[in-house]
Nanobody
């Protein structure tokens, strides 16, 4: 059974950091792209960062470039999202999702991703 479990969310002050984890089970990440998406209250879900399986190519939304870093540890079947210099506008529920790399490459379009985690809340507030 394919399962993705996010962790690492929480409350942090502006300028702070968090590291989100997405642990996969029921399949191996070796051939799958992983994406991080977020949904803020009243807004549509959006792609934040995605990473391919083959060459580790990455995509970042303009709003997070230079602040967020996505990485993967295939040996642990886990993908991470390091978030630095957090802003109040980063507040959202963060989801990880997966899709075959051969289909999506490093694209970060949510309707192309098949399996989703339950999400983890990130709140940036003083």
């Amino acid at each position: 059974q394919v399962q993705l479990v996010e962790s690492g969310g929480g409350l942090v002050q502006p300028g702070g950091s968090l590291r989100l984890s997405c642990a996969a089970s029921g399949f191996t990440l070796d051939y799958y792209a992983i994406g991080w998406f977020r949904q803020a209250p009243g807004k549509e879900r959006e792609g934040v960062s995605c990473i391919s399986s083959s060459d580790g190519s990455t995509y970042y939304a303009d709003s997070v470039k230079g602040r967020f870093t996505i990485s993967r540890d295939n040996a642990k079947n886990t993908v991470y999202l390091q978030m630095n210099s957090l802003k109040p506008e980063d507040t959202a529920v963060y989801y990880c999702a997966t899709a075959p790399s051969i289909r999506v490459g490093v694209r970060c379009r949510l309707n192309e991703y098949d399996y989703w985690g339950q999400g983890t809340q990130v709140t940036v507030s003083s």
